[in-house]
């Protein structure tokens, strides 16, 4: 049995896709140097429970599955161009730019995003992929906000394809919303769903589109919109608790793709939203107690530093390692109106539908929406040529600095998240048959055929049946190795629940 924990991609980068005339941006090549830095300073990255998967360019057929012949050909040409050919290129396009190793950048983001769904779908093994450029605006037809060709929406196209997964659930909490991604994958048909957490304001937030809202005639969509800014990550998992994580259990997907975008965290210049490293780990060990296969891939997240936390604590989330406790704080009341409109209008869905009934069974009224018209506020004003310079501008120093304060305090507490008390090595101890205690994080198991019977059930049989049959506890020496597990013993390894419990991390 493989002791791999976990799938990684990273992108180091060779030629960097950075915007190559002068104006300030905020999403640069130093997005990926400072997880890289920060995975390697951990220890992280060079550790054994990690497989890095290679990273492989997308076929132009692959891309083409999502995007138009015209569109490829178009991002194609600009590897050739000069810089002044590449900024009015842009102009064409939503706030992207481009330069001489796109093409090849874009490619490759794509293709190590197909590979990673791929090993996550067919291993079993959840996965993340630190890649750019992102992809989850980036339409059918056209790049946007930054994003060249949808990486998530080919990588789920191809597990289709492929026969890796039967359903696909596409969960973003990127704090933009998923239009791209909702347009690309209109078309797949019933067998992939995308859930969309984003900043909207009704509408008047980027990108200011009616479809990002509620109430839409997408059918593979759930948009969950964002009316407020400083939601915390109890707001988050409010909504994980209450609409996301019910929906993917009524779907019943095959594989879970993360739009894995750090935008909403504190300090964040695009987000405005407080969701902490903490936060971030526990909506992705949310979506792994669903016992489906993960697999992230990067989007956005500006805020360097919080960028590099947020990511090596989902990292930490997905080898099953402790995670810190996220702070208990009062749901905004914008995430209950969220969650009311949500249950009105996906009320033919099971899960809401029973909602609806158990108000009526406890004497309350059902969740009914009056106010579907007033979903949208907004106006879209921009229009091609775009601006390609003076979009963004710089926190100050000033404001920057009380953010890494904040960020190093938070980091600083999750350093002494107390290990659970559970013994974590068993021991064969040459004394009465049936002796059984802890001493020192010990098991201490006697000669007994009883006693190891016990284990045997303590460890299985309360979990699931199936496992006892396969299962055995052989200890046969006094030294730790020569004990052996049986398939079911090491099939727990594979159980969301007890992923944090170091006997079984074989």
């Known amino acids: 049995m493989s002791k791999k924990k976990v799938y990684v991609i990273m992108d180091r980068q060779e030629e960097r896709h950075d915007q ?3 104006s300030y941006h905020i999403e640069t090549s130093k997005r990926l140097d400072v997880i890289y830095e920060r995975l390697k300073e951990s220890g992280l990255f060079d550790d054994t429970r990690i497989e890095h998967l290679p990273r492989r360019e997308a076929t132009e057929k692959e891309i083409q599955s999502v995007h138009t012949e015209r569109y490829v050909e178009d991002v194609k040409s600009t590897e050739t161009m000069n810089a002044d050919q590449q900024e009015a290129f842009c102009s064409k396009y939503e706030d992207i730019f481009v330069n001489s190793a796109t093409w090849k950048r874009a490619k490759l983001a794509a293709g190590s995003a197909i590979d990673l769904v791929t090993a996550v779908a067919i291993n079993r093994i959840p996965g993340i992929a630190f890649i750019r450029p992102p992809g989850h605006h980036a ?9 060249i060709f949808n990486n998530v929406a080919i990588a789920a196209k191809e597990a289709l394809r ?21 347009e690309c994958i209109e078309s797949m048909g019933d067998n992939v769903r995308l859930i969309s957490i984003h900043r909207y304001e009704n509408g008047t937030f980027w990108p200011n589109m009616p479809q990002t809202g509620i109430y839409h005639n997408y059918n593979n969509t759930m948009n969950l919109p964002l009316n407020t800014t400083g939601l915390t990550d109890s707001d988050y998992c409010a909504l994980f608790s209450h ?3 019910p929906s993917i259990q009524s779907f019943k997907p095959d594989l879970i793709i993360v739009s894995s975008g750090f935008d909403a965290s504190l300090g964040d210049p695009e987000g405005y939203m407080n969701v902490t490293p903490a936060g971030f780990a526990t909506m992705i060990r949310m979506m792994m107690n669903t016992g489906i296969p993960v697999a ?5 997240g500006y805020f360097l530093e919080a960028l590099a936390a947020d990511s090596e604590w989902v990292l930490k989330a997905l080898l099953g390692e402790q995670i810190p406790q996220i702070n208990p704080e009062p749901i905004n009341p914008a995430i209950a109106d969220t969650i009311s409109r949500v249950l ?9 539908r029973k909602v609806q009934e158990l108000r009526k069974l406890i004497g309350q009224s059902p969740i009914e929406d009056d106010v579907k018209q007033t979903d949208y506020k907004g106006e879209r004003t921009v229009h091609a040529p775009y601006d390609t310079r003076g979009i963004y501008t710089p926190f100050a120093d000033e404001k920057v600095n009380k953010f890494k304060d904040l960020l190093r305090s938070l980091l600083q507490s999750y350093e002494t998240i107390e290990k659970p008390d559970i013994p974590c090595v068993f021991k064969y101890v040459n004394t009465d048959e ?16 009883a006693v190891k019977l016990f284990v045997e059930l303590l460890f299985i049989s309360a979990l699931d049946p199936q496992f006892v049959s396969d299962s055995f ?16 013993l090491q099939s727990l390894g594979s159980i969301p629940t007890f992923k944090n419990f170091p006997l079984l991390q074989l």
């Not at 730790?480 to 398939?487: A, H, N, Q, V």
């Open 434 to 449: 049936n002796f059984l205690d802890v001493q020192d994080g010990q098991l201490l198991i006697g000669s007994g055929k």
């Open 473 to 488: 506890l052989d200890v046969k020496d006094t030294d730790f190795d020569s004990i052996r597990f049986g398939d079911g």
């Open 344 to 352: 009105s209008k996906y009320e033919e869905t099971s899960f809401f």
């Open 20 to 22: 190559p005339w002068s």
């Open 139 to 147: 339409m059918p037809d056209e790049g946007c906000g930054f994003c």
């Open 162 to 182: 492929c026969g890796f997964a039967k359903k696909v659930m596409i969960v973003d909490y990127d704090v933009h919303a998923a239009n791209g991604t909702q």
């Open 296 to 300: 992230a891939v990067l989007e956005g």
């Open 243 to 245: 609409v996301i994580i």
